[in-house]
C-alpha cells in the first residue's frame, strides 16, 4: 500500500482491526490513528462498511499466490505454502476472529471468506496429492481428501480455539502453534524417508 492518505486509513484500520476487532474500532478512532479529521476520513470512505469491503479487496490480492495451483510439491515446497498461508491470516487475523459478527454486519466478508475457504481446501488436497505421489506422504486415495479438509480447518481456526480455551498469545506466537499443528498433523503418514525432514521442520516451531 502506497503512502497517500487513502491507503494509510487502510493501513491503520487493519492494524487495529487486527488489535482491537472490527466492531471495537470506530472511524474516529482511525482517523486520529491516521492523524486526519474524521471529516478528511469520511471523504475518503462515508462508512466503515467501504473500509472493510477494500481490506477484502487487499486481502484476495494477497491470498492469490496461497492459492496457486501447484505442480509439484516437496516438503521445501510445502514450508513456503505454510508460511505464506500464515503470514496471510496473520496480516488479516481479524477477518477470522471476528468472523460471525463480520459476516452478519457484512455479507461481502462470508462470500470472500467461503471462497478462500474453499479455495485453500482444494490447495491443500493438491499440495498432498503430490506429496503422496512424490513418495513423500502414504495416505490413501478414501483418506485424502478428509486430511486435506482437517489441515485446513487447523490453519484457519487453531487461533480461536486456542482463545476460546483462554491460551492467548501474539500473533507470532499463535502462528507457531498453528505451523506446529499442521506439521504435526501430517507426521503419521510421512513415509520413513521423510519423516526425519518433516520432524527438523516441527522443531522449528516447538
Known sequence: MKGNTRNRILVASLLLFNEHGEPGTTTNRIADEVDISPGNLH???????????????????????????????????????????????????????????????????????GHFARALNSVFELHLHNLVAGEVLEIGASDLSTVA??????????????????????????ALRVASSVLAAMRPYAREQSARQLDRLAARYR
Not at 471523504?43 to 469491503?53: C, D, G, L, M, R
Not at 521445501?76 to 481479524?94: C, I, K, N, Q, S
Open 43 to 113: 471523504y475518503h470512505f462515508a462508512k466503515k462498511e467501504q473500509i472493510v469491503a477494500a481490506l477484502l479487496d487487499e486481502f484476495r490480492a494477497d491470498a492469490a499466490p496461497v492459492l496457486a495451483t501447484p505442480d509439484e510439491t516437496s516438503l521445501d515446497d510445502f514450508w513456503v505454502f505454510l508460511h505464506l498461508l500464515l503470514e496471510l491470516t496473520g496480516a488479516y487475523r481479524f477477518l477470522f476472529r471476528d468472523l460471525e459478527l463480520l459476516t452478519e454486519a457484512y455479507p461481502g466478508v462470508g462470500r470472500v471468506l
Open 149 to 174: 479438509r482437517n489441515l485446513a480447518v487447523i490453519a484457519l481456526f487453531t487461533d480461536r480455539f486456542d482463545r476460546l480455551t483462554g491460551r492467548l498469545g501474539t500473533a507470532d506466537d499463535a
